[in-house]
């Protein structure tokens, strides 16, 4: 290791840096306002140190973790994710009154290290690492608030499943290491394509991996933790949950099957099609008889992976596009819809139930119209980020000819169309008696500001994101 | 004005709405009127350069990688749709400026309105599919704002729902379809798709892009089977009516399906998907709208099957069909737009829709009703009116197309039956209200509307007549420069003239008109006796019924879906987790056997089986006994680890098993240390088990076994293979050489890897901590202070200590005093045998973690037998400074490495000779190694400390309150 790879991993070295020093200032003194900053302040400084990794990229830094402009566009990604959410939470935490709201900054750092590695990651090692890193700091952040026991159920039940299913992913990697004698992604996938492995331990061993991701994607049938989770964690910590964390499962993904050299064998194909129909409907189907918002979009988010898996097959350079678009594109309408639920949040409950949302268009028309915005691009309606999205998706699918999984999309989608709707018209229904607003902080009035021009924007004059985003590709196949 | 500003123009005037004061009625409709103008003179403007078969193409890149680019293509066919939905849009302006309300926040009107005239403009001109997609859509979300306008009627926003529904859906089957043309084309530029007919045509996958977009289109143009949302949609505003559900909205699927004429007509499967819409939607359209007793139904039902008939145009595969279907276009936007605004002023006027109510308006309205008059007649295609003109042309083509026999013979008669239909509700609209006793019970006084509401309906009026009577001048050219594109460049011959000769289309027509107005006294006589008053038969079976009970249906099953794949219980969501992942395992092991390597194996013996047997068992117990006893499953889980040992030992790997050993001893203890703070177990002895109960312990067992059973064989089967490369010879082979020891293992820890351990040691100081810190402010609940049960059911009066312990002042001298003694007389015994760990543990045995631990033992012991305050009354332990001193001299260590020029953590072993004791074998490792013990005592105790206090303090308050927790 020499300077050039510090250099490489400036921005996770800043960014674990960043975690210590928000714990240390905790410790110096409690002050909720000053950790929050610190922690943005770490953050912009990770992001800071991106354009000088970008410059010795691509680098592979030990066997590890490789550094190249995939990498750094997801850790870029990420760490907006991550300074969004930490945004929204300094109103929620603010709103809580809870004592003890500074470490929450830490942990959001320390999941985002966690996904940062995860993108970087060219080894099964790392990949665990980062996952584990994600995740472990998850649990916390979910059952954070201690008011009422649904914060506390949600993240008991992250913990457990998540452990069974993390355990699975290591058995699984365990099978391939004494199998092939290899845990890099390009060593495995030469060792498994030149045949050197015993079929009959490394496909169980692949399956037990791709069950412990698609847990993490929570795609069906790994999905039901989904709605209590999201329902039982603070908004903001619903949004990273919904980003960051399977952003990055999604990421260190891509770069093992792009090791594999796509995704042609059959039986893979027919695994992530079948994963891919079943989240399709399961989501939808779930979604449609949600009486809260924050189920609703958990379900919706198991049916969007089921979206993305569709693109994922597709061959290597679309498929690459055609993910890292949709997953920019989700988040930026999560993390704006999550914003939106945080903001309407009022006294000691969140703005939940589709009921509070009764006649939101006359009560607070901006709020309204940006969820509404929301709600159209997850339903893919066009001018919106979601329907490019949806379209990259379909032409990811249409370019390999899978049209089973196309016609699921488009019915899924039509399907989906009508439950986003429904929150809409229930929003332009007459208001009931207005219940006292609150006024949204500057912070996160000014962060919603910029991801409805992202929302927008992004639908309309997509050619630059577009041309970031080829150029990341080209650089990892 | 490029077309791009074209564009733009309504989308900047909908903006400048929006932000105008919003009852300022008059102000925002010259706005919009002036936009909608200013766009329409463009539009005619460009005339000269389509005029004869031109296009104008204007292109911005928009998404490249995807063949996706903003083009915007104007030939003849779009310029006319485009004169349609300007000059219509500015009418409406003009007209919706009397019609709305003073109390309707109006502003929002027109900016919808205005972007709707954007996103319509869109579709028209787009050159590009996917952009025409685009747009699509964006005029279903519109429509969808526009429809539920009133969005305080139930009605407005289920009819809008409902239309964006269908609609919605119907433009990602488009989405589809398109995506399916893109494909066999290779682009989505519609200039390189309509010159790829004969290539779509012959592709294998035409059918399904075929489907998909006639599915679209149906669906817009309100076709049947999805023709239900049209009505529905009648609740919007009068003039969104008249905009979007006579010219434009719904002219869109048919302006789809004139478009992609030229690439997608001339098949079977076209003639027939078409023709049969077509046909089916035309007859039911007119049936139904004769028994409609709210007007603007009438008008809808109609437009319904006025569309019906274009449809039914276009599919016939014939170029002349094909015109007939672009004037019918022409046509039936201008008198159904005139017709939606007479309803709507007699609506304004009387307050009421109903049909039944109204008679005899003529006297009061005479102007309105002379226009509807008219209006009705080019419905109903009287001669010398333009509905009369498309509609003996469709007579024409429906007499001489050859085609099969029942084609040839059904098709004349269903277009005189569709004519004979659209004669009765043209009079039920236009003659009955108009004529015959004026009504007296109106909700308001009928009075002739202000003059400038009536302008954009004489003007629509004038047109129809101008065209119905002269044809070829006032029209001719513009259908010739609109049909063009349509029929792929050559036009067919045609005569435009109202006079054809005396032949069966005329004949079909007077039949029609004469059958009409018999067919209308008929109805009328019924319906004044009472009966008829709803339509017949196909009330019955309606798509919005089947829309309705699909969406019902589709809740039911997502409830029954709910069910099936969601569960809030953890129980079932871990069930299904290690269920789907075994299964996947599964699958993917199918059709290759598992074989067991042939590696060497060791001999089984019975006493080692019979070990693992016990191992396992209680295993076993521990996770049963989790739920039930806390105590006992501690207890086992110590036999497991035991077994472990033993394990470890029996494969002659002495360190491995006296560090399990003494870790399996501490955890222990610190477990059931823990386990006294914890609450009671809630047993609900109410609670029975059940049947289902067992069935679902019985299911999970099965599971557990399988799952496990699975794994093991993995595992069987990956240790009877060798392994492929092992990093156990590195060690091997350099500890004594590079490392100076003989145990490899602590060689690995305080050489080779001290890296790695100064990481865990730093970890495990900082998990002490954080224990502490965690119980520091840990009270426990009163329940778990008071004796245990066991020494509550004695009586009070036996008071020796052994009985009742509590009476005795200090435990180390009660009943506890046989085992304190010895534990006291146990400490200096474990001093000694955790040094002698300590030094040997270079090259034997031992190490600086099992010493540690070995003395934590020994501390912990003192605790458990004599006490909190006796054990820290004698002691002073400070467990921070031993986690200090420990991390400071292992970090010492590495760095006097640094000091003399190696690597950091570089070990050194000196050998020298002592007086008396001997040769003395002293690695600099063993300093780090005594940072390691001391880091190990220090968290021990730490932990201990933090558990074993909680003995000492107050309890929480009995009853504890929620709030004052949080707070």
């Given at each position: 290791?020499?300077?050039?790879?510090?250099?490489?991993?400036?921005?996770?070295?800043?960014?674990?840096?960043?975690?210590?020093?928000?714990l240390l200032?905790i410790?110096?003194?409690?002050?909720q306002?000053?950790t929050?900053?610190?922690?943005?302040?770490?953050?912009?400084?990770a992001?800071c140190?991106?354009?000088?990794?970008?410059?010795?990229?691509p680098r592979?830094?030990?066997a590890?973790?490789?550094?190249?402009?995939?990498a750094l566009l997801?850790?870029?990604?990420?760490?907006a994710?991550?300074f969004a959410t930490?945004?929204?939470?300094?109103?929620?935490?603010?709103?809580?009154?809870?004592?003890?709201r500074?470490?929450?900054?830490?942990?959001?750092?320390?999941?985002t290290?966690?996904?940062?590695?995860?993108?970087t990651?060219?080894?099964?090692?790392?990949?665990f690492?980062?996952?584990?890193?994600?995740?472990?700091?998850l649990?916390?952040l979910i059952?954070?608030?201690?008011?009422?026991?649904?914060?506390?159920?949600?993240?008991?039940?992250?913990?457990?499943?998540?452990?069974?299913?993390s355990?699975?992913?290591?058995?699984?990697?365990?099978?391939v290491?004494?199998?092939?004698?290899?845990?890099s992604?390009d060593?495995?996938a030469?060792?498994?394509l030149?045949?050197?492995?015993?079929?009959?331990l490394?496909?169980?061993?692949l399956?037990?991996?791709?069950?412990?991701a698609?847990f993490?994607l929570?795609?069906a049938?790994?999905?039901?933790w989904?709605?209590?989770?999201y329902?039982?964690?603070?908004?903001?910590?619903?949004?990273?949950?919904?980003?960051?964390?399977?952003?990055?499962?999604?990421?260190?993904?891509?770069?093992?099957?792009?090791?594999?050299?796509?995704?042609?064998?059959p039986?893979?194909?027919?695994?992530?099609?079948?994963?891919?129909?079943?989240?399709?409907?399961?989501?939808?189907?779930?979604?449609?008889?949600q009486?809260?918002?924050?189920?609703?979009?958990?379900?919706?988010s198991v049916?969007?992976?089921?979206y993305?898996?569709?693109?994922f097959?597709?061959?290597?350079p679309?498929?690459?596009?055609?993910?890292?678009?949709?997953l920019?594109a989700y988040f930026?309408?999560?993390?704006?819809a999550?914003?939106?639920?945080?903001v309407?949040?009022?006294g000691?409950r969140?703005a939940?139930?589709?009921?509070?949302?009764?006649?939101?268009?006359?009560?607070r028309p901006?709020?309204?119209?940006?969820?509404?915005?929301c709600?159209?691009?997850?339903?893919?309606?066009p001018?919106?980020a979601?329907?490019?999205?949806?379209?990259?998706?379909?032409?990811?699918g249409?370019?390999?000819?899978?049209?089973?999984?196309?016609?699921?999309?488009?019915?899924?989608?039509?399907l989906?169309?009508?439950?986003?709707?429904?929150?809409?018209?229930?929003?332009?229904?007459?208001?009931p008696?207005?219940a006292?607003?609150?006024?949204?902080?500057?912070?996160?009035g000014?962060?919603?500001?910029?991801?409805?021009?992202?929302?927008?924007?992004l639908?309309?004059?997509?050619a630059?994101?577009?041309a970031?985003?080829?150029?990341?590709?080209t650089a990892l196949? | 004005?490029?077309?791009?500003?074209?564009?733009?123009?309504?989308f900047?005037?909908?903006?400048?709405?929006?932000?105008l004061?919003?009852?300022?009625?008059?102000a925002l409709?010259?706005c919009?009127?002036?936009v909608?103008?200013v766009?329409?003179?463009?539009?005619?403007?460009?005339?000269p350069?389509?005029?004869d078969?031109?296009?104008?193409?204007?292109t911005?890149?928009?998404?490249?990688s995807?063949g996706?680019?903003?083009t915007?293509?104007?030939?003849g066919?779009?310029?006319?749709?485009?004169?349609?939905?300007?000059?219509?849009?500015a009418?409406?302006?003009?007209?919706?400026?009397?019609?709305m309300?003073p109390?309707?926040?109006?502003?929002?009107?027109?900016?919808f309105?205005?972007?709707?005239?954007?996103?319509?403009?869109?579709?028209?001109?787009s050159?590009?599919?996917v952009?025409?997609?685009v747009?699509?859509?964006?005029?279903?979300?519109v429509?969808f704002l526009l429809?539920?306008?009133?969005?305080?009627?139930?009605?407005?926003?289920?009819?809008?729902?409902?239309?964006?529904?269908?609609?919605g859906a119907?433009?990602l089957?488009?989405?589809?379809?398109?995506?399916v043309?893109?494909?066999?084309?290779?682009?989505?530029?519609?200039?390189?798709?309509?010159g790829?007919?004969?290539?779509?045509?012959?592709?294998?996958?035409?059918p399904v892009?075929?489907?998909l977009?006639?599915?679209?289109?149906?669906?817009?143009?309100?076709?049947f089977?999805?023709?239900?949302?049209?009505?529905?949609?009648m609740?919007a505003?009068?003039?969104?009516?008249?905009?979007l559900h006579?010219?434009?909205?719904v002219?869109?699927?048919v302006?789809?399906?004139?478009r992609?004429?030229?690439v997608?007509?001339?098949t079977?499967?076209?003639?027939?998907?078409?023709?049969g819409a077509?046909?089916?939607?035309?007859?039911?359209?007119?049936?139904?709208?004769?028994?409609?007793?709210?007007?603007?139904?009438?008008l809808?039902?109609?437009?319904i099957s006025?569309?019906?008939l274009?449809?039914?145009?276009?599919?016939?595969?014939?170029?002349?069909?094909?015109?007939?279907?672009v004037?019918?276009?022409?046509?039936?936007?201008t008198?159904?737009?005139s017709?939606?605004?007479?309803a709507?002023i007699?609506?304004?006027?009387?307050?009421?829709r109903?049909?039944r109510?109204?008679?005899?308006?003529?006297?009061s309205?005479?102007?309105t009703?002379?226009?509807?008059?008219v209006?009705s007649?080019?419905m109903?295609?009287?001669?010398l009116?333009?509905?009369?003109?498309?509609?003996?042309?469709?007579?024409?083509?429906a007499?001489f197309?050859?085609?099969?026999?029942?084609?040839?013979v059904?098709?004349?008669?269903?277009?005189?039956?569709?004519?004979?239909?659209a004669?009765?509700?043209s009079?039920?609209?236009?003659?009955e209200?108009?004529f015959?006793?004026p009504?007296?019970?109106?909700?308001r006084?009928?009075?002739?509307p202000?003059?400038?509401?009536?302008?954009p309906?004489?003007?629509?009026v004038?047109?129809?007549?101008?065209?119905?009577?002269a044809p070829?001048?006032s029209?001719?050219?513009?259908?010739?420069a609109?049909?063009r594109?349509?029929?792929?460049?050559d036009?067919p011959?045609?005569?435009?003239?109202?006079?054809?000769g005396?032949?069966?289309?005329?004949?079909m027509?007077?039949?029609a008109?004469?059958?009409?107005?018999?067919?209308?006294?008929w109805?009328?006589?019924?319906?004044?006796?009472?009966?008829?008053n709803?339509?017949?038969?196909f009330?019955?079976?309606n798509?919005?019924?089947?829309?309705?009970?699909?969406l019902v249906?589709?809740?039911?099953?997502?409830?029954r879906a709910?069910?099936l794949?969601?569960?809030?219980?953890?129980q079932?969501?871990?069930?299904?987790?290690?269920?789907?992942?075994i299964?996947l395992a599964?699958l993917?092991?199918r059709?290759?056997?598992?074989?067991?390597?042939?590696?060497?194996?060791?001999?089984?013996?019975?006493e080692?089986?019979?070990?693992?047997?016990?191992?396992?068992?209680c295993?076993?117990?521990?996770?049963?006994?989790?739920?039930?006893?806390r105590?006992?499953?501690?207890?086992l889980m110590?036999?497991?680890g035991?077994?472990?040992?033993?394990?470890?030992?029996?494969?002659?790997?002495?360190?491995?098993?006296l560090?399990?050993?003494v870790?399996?001893?501490?955890?222990?203890i610190?477990?059931?240390?823990g386990?006294?703070?914890?609450?009671?177990?809630?047993h609900d002895?109410?609670r029975?088990?059940?049947?289902?109960?067992?069935v679902?312990?019985?299911?999970?067992?099965?599971?557990?076994?399988?799952?496990?059973?699975?794994?093991?064989a993995l595992?069987?089967?990956?240790?009877?293979?060798?392994?492929?490369?092992s990093?156990?010879?590195?060690?091997?082979?350099?500890?004594?050489?590079?490392g100076?020891?003989?145990?490899?293992?602590?060689?690995m820890?305080?050489d080779?890897?001290?890296?790695?351990?100064i990481g865990?040691?730093?970890?495990?100081?900082a998990?002490?901590?954080t224990?502490?810190?965690?119980?520091?402010?840990?009270?426990?609940?009163?329940?778990?202070i008071?004796?245990p049960?066991?020494?509550?059911?004695?009586?009070?009066?036996?008071?020796?200590d052994?009985?009742?312990?509590?009476?005795?002042?200090e435990?180390?001298?009660?009943?506890?005093?046989?085992?304190?003694?010895?534990?006291?007389?146990?400490?200096?015994?474990?001093?000694?045998v955790?040094a002698?760990?300590?030094l040997?543990g270079?090259?034997?045995?031992?190490?600086?973690?099992?010493?540690?631990?070995?003395?934590?033992?020994?501390?912990?012991?003192?605790?458990?037998?004599?006490?909190?305050?006796w054990?820290?009354?004698?002691a002073?332990?400070?467990?921070?400074r031993?986690?200090a001193v420990?991390?400071?001299?292992?970090a010492?260590?590495?760095?006097?490495?640094?000091?003399?020029?190696?690597p950091?953590?570089?070990?050194?072993?000196?050998?020298f000779?002592?007086?008396?004791v001997?040769?003395?074998?002293?690695?600099?490792?063993?300093?780090?190694?005594?940072?390691?013990f001391?880091?190990?005592?220090?968290?021990?105790?730490?932990?201990?400390?933090?558990?074993?206090h909680?003995?000492?303090?107050?309890?929480?308050?009995?009853?504890?309150?929620k709030?004052?927790e949080a707070?």
């Amino acid at each position: 290791m020499n300077g050039t790879d510090l250099v490489a991993l400036g921005p996770l070295l800043a960014l674990g840096a960043a975690a210590v020093v928000t714990l240390l200032s905790i410790a110096v003194r409690r002050h909720q306002r000053a950790t929050a900053t610190i922690a943005g302040l770490g953050l912009v400084a990770a992001a800071c140190a991106l354009p000088a990794a970008a410059d010795v990229a691509p680098r592979q830094v030990t066997a590890l973790v490789r550094i190249d402009d995939f990498a750094l566009l997801y850790i870029g990604l990420f760490l907006a994710a991550a300074f969004a959410t930490i945004v929204l939470a300094h109103d929620d935490l603010r709103r809580r009154a809870e004592p003890h709201r500074e470490e929450f900054h830490v942990l959001v750092l320390l999941s985002t290290l966690g996904a940062c590695v995860l993108a970087t990651s060219t080894h099964f090692a790392s990949f665990f690492l980062g996952l584990e890193t994600s995740s472990v700091a998850l649990y916390a952040l979910i059952a954070y608030p201690r008011s009422g026991p649904a914060h506390a159920e949600a993240g008991l039940k992250y913990l457990l499943l998540a452990g069974a299913s993390s355990a699975f992913l290591l058995f699984g990697m365990a099978l391939v290491y004494a199998d092939l004698g290899a845990l890099s992604f390009d060593g495995f996938a030469a060792a498994l394509l030149a045949g050197r492995g015993t079929p009959a331990l490394v496909w169980p061993a692949l399956a037990l991996v791709v069950a412990g991701a698609s847990f993490k994607l929570a795609v069906a049938p790994f999905h039901m933790w989904v709605p209590d989770v999201y329902q039982g964690a603070p908004a903001p910590v619903t949004g990273f949950l919904a980003t960051v964390s399977k952003g990055a499962v999604l990421a260190a993904l891509l770069r093992l099957f792009v090791a594999l050299g796509g995704v042609e064998r059959p039986v893979v194909v027919w695994t992530f099609g079948a994963l891919a129909v079943t989240s399709m409907l399961a989501g939808n189907l779930l979604a449609l008889s949600q009486r809260s918002l924050k189920r609703l979009l958990a379900c919706s988010s198991v049916a969007h992976l089921g979206y993305v898996l569709v693109a994922f097959l597709a061959a290597a350079p679309v498929a690459l596009e055609a993910v890292t678009w949709y997953l920019v594109a989700y988040f930026v309408t999560t993390l704006a819809a999550f914003g939106v639920v945080t903001v309407l949040a009022g006294g000691d409950r969140e703005a939940d139930a589709l009921d509070d949302y009764r006649g939101l268009f006359w009560r607070r028309p901006w709020l309204a119209a940006l969820l509404t915005g929301c709600l159209l691009s997850l339903a893919g309606i066009p001018l919106t980020a979601g329907f490019l999205a949806k379209f990259y998706a379909l032409a990811a699918g249409t370019s390999e000819a899978r049209w089973a999984l196309v016609v699921a999309l488009v019915v899924n989608s039509a399907l989906s169309a009508f439950y986003y709707l429904r929150v809409v018209v229930a929003m332009a229904a007459p208001a009931p008696a207005a219940a006292p607003a609150r006024r949204v902080p500057l912070g996160a009035g000014v962060l919603l500001a910029v991801l409805a021009l992202l929302l927008v924007g992004l639908g309309v004059y997509p050619a630059a994101l577009t041309a970031l985003i080829r150029a990341t590709a080209t650089a990892l196949s | 004005m490029s077309l791009f500003a074209l564009l733009l123009l309504p989308f900047a005037g909908s903006l400048l709405t929006a932000v105008l004061p919003t009852r300022a009625r008059t102000a925002l409709a010259a706005c919009a009127g002036l936009v909608a103008a200013v766009a329409a003179a463009r539009v005619v403007s460009l005339y000269p350069q389509i005029r004869d078969g031109g296009v104008i193409r204007e292109t911005v890149s928009w998404v490249p990688s995807l063949g996706l680019d903003l083009t915007l293509r104007v030939d003849g066919f779009a310029w006319m749709f485009a004169l349609l939905v300007t000059v219509i849009g500015a009418l409406v302006c003009l007209y919706a400026r009397y019609y709305m309300s003073p109390d309707d926040p109006v502003a929002r009107f027109y900016a919808f309105f205005l972007a709707f005239m954007g996103a319509m403009l869109g579709v028209v001109f787009s050159g590009n599919l996917v952009q025409l997609v685009v747009f699509w859509e964006l005029t279903s979300v519109v429509s969808f704002l526009l429809i539920g306008y009133w969005h305080h009627h139930v009605d407005a926003r289920r009819g809008a729902r409902m239309a964006l529904t269908v609609t919605g859906a119907g433009g990602l089957a488009l989405l589809g379809g398109v995506l399916v043309l893109g494909h066999i084309v290779g682009s989505y530029d519609l200039d390189v798709v309509l010159g790829s007919g004969a290539l779509i045509r012959s592709h294998a996958l035409y059918p399904v892009a075929l489907v998909l977009v006639v599915v679209g289109a149906l669906t817009k143009s309100a076709q049947f089977p999805f023709h239900f949302w049209l009505p529905r949609a009648m609740a919007a505003p009068t003039p969104v009516s008249a905009y979007l559900h006579s010219a434009t909205m719904v002219k869109a699927g048919v302006f789809l399906l004139a478009r992609l004429w030229p690439v997608l007509s001339g098949t079977e499967w076209w003639f027939w998907l078409l023709c049969g819409a077509g046909a089916s939607t035309l007859l039911l359209g007119a049936f139904i709208a004769m028994f409609q007793n709210d007007l603007k139904r009438v008008l809808a039902f109609s437009t319904i099957s006025h569309l019906g008939l274009i449809t039914l145009l276009f599919g016939l595969n014939s170029p002349l069909a094909a015109v007939a279907g672009v004037f019918h276009i022409m046509n039936h936007a201008t008198f159904k737009a005139s017709l939606f605004m007479a309803a709507g002023i007699v609506d304004h006027e009387t307050g009421t829709r109903d049909i039944r109510r109204l008679n005899g308006l003529m006297r009061s309205m005479p102007r309105t009703g002379t226009l509807a008059l008219v209006a009705s007649g080019a419905m109903a295609g009287v001669p010398l009116l333009n509905g009369f003109l498309s509609k003996e042309m469709f007579f024409a083509e429906a007499v001489f197309l050859t085609a099969h026999p029942t084609v040839e013979v059904g098709l004349p008669l269903l277009a005189t039956l569709a004519g004979v239909f659209a004669v009765v509700y043209s009079l039920r609209f236009g003659y009955e209200i108009f004529f015959g006793e004026p009504s007296t019970d109106l909700p308001r006084h009928p009075e002739e509307p202000p003059g400038w509401m009536l302008k954009p309906v004489e003007l629509l009026v004038v047109a129809c007549l101008v065209v119905g009577v002269a044809p070829s001048i006032s029209i001719g050219p513009l259908l010739a420069a609109a049909a063009r594109p349509v029929v792929g460049g050559d036009l067919p011959e045609y005569h435009l003239a109202v006079w054809h000769g005396f032949g069966a289309p005329l004949v079909m027509s007077l039949l029609a008109i004469v059958g009409g107005v018999v067919g209308y006294l008929w109805l009328r006589s019924h319906q004044r006796s009472g009966r008829l008053n709803e339509t017949p038969f196909f009330e019955r079976f309606n798509g919005r019924r089947l829309f309705e009970s699909g969406l019902v249906t589709a809740t039911r099953l997502a409830r029954r879906a709910l069910r099936l794949v969601s569960s809030r219980r953890l129980q079932a969501q871990m069930f299904t987790i290690i269920g789907v992942a075994i299964l996947l395992a599964l699958l993917a092991a199918r059709g290759v056997p598992l074989v067991w390597g042939d590696r060497e194996r060791l001999p089984a013996s019975h006493e080692f089986v019979l070990l693992w047997v016990i191992g396992m068992v209680c295993a076993v117990g521990a996770a049963v006994m989790a739920k039930f006893h806390r105590l006992v499953a501690t207890t086992l889980m110590g036999g497991a680890g035991l077994v472990t040992a033993l394990t470890f030992l029996w494969f002659s790997a002495p360190d491995l098993a006296l560090t399990q050993l003494v870790v399996e001893v501490v955890t222990t203890i610190l477990f059931l240390l823990g386990l006294r703070w914890l609450p009671m177990r809630l047993h609900d002895p109410s609670r029975r088990t059940t049947m289902r109960d067992r069935v679902r312990r019985g299911r999970d067992l099965l599971l557990a076994v399988g799952a496990g059973a699975g794994l093991a064989a993995l595992s069987y089967a990956l240790l009877t293979r060798p392994a492929p490369q092992s990093i156990s010879p590195f060690f091997l082979d350099r500890a004594l050489p590079e490392g100076g020891g003989t145990n490899v293992v602590n060689v690995m820890l305080v050489d080779f890897r001290a890296f790695d351990t100064i990481g865990e040691i730093t970890v495990l100081g900082a998990v002490a901590l954080t224990v502490y810190a965690l119980l520091r402010r840990f009270r426990p609940p009163a329940e778990s202070i008071g004796r245990p049960q066991q020494q509550r059911v004695l009586p009070s009066d036996v008071v020796t200590d052994l009985v009742k312990p509590r009476a005795t002042g200090e435990r180390a001298g009660g009943y506890m005093m046989v085992p304190a003694t010895i534990a006291r007389l146990l400490l200096p015994f474990s001093f000694v045998v955790a040094a002698h760990f300590l030094l040997r543990g270079h090259n034997e045995p031992g190490g600086g973690f099992v010493a540690g631990l070995v003395v934590a033992i020994a501390y912990l012991t003192q605790y458990v037998f004599s006490g909190t305050r006796w054990a820290e009354g004698r002691a002073h332990l400070l467990p921070p400074r031993w986690i200090a001193v420990g991390l400071l001299l292992a970090a010492t260590t590495g760095l006097g490495a640094v000091a003399v020029g190696y690597p950091f953590l570089t070990s050194h072993t000196a050998h020298f000779t002592l007086p008396l004791v001997g040769e003395v074998h002293l690695p600099s490792a063993m300093f780090f190694d005594l940072g390691v013990f001391a880091v190990v005592v220090g968290a021990t105790l730490l932990i201990l400390t933090a558990l074993a206090h909680q003995s000492i303090r107050a309890h929480r308050p009995p009853a504890p309150n929620k709030r004052t927790e949080a707070s």
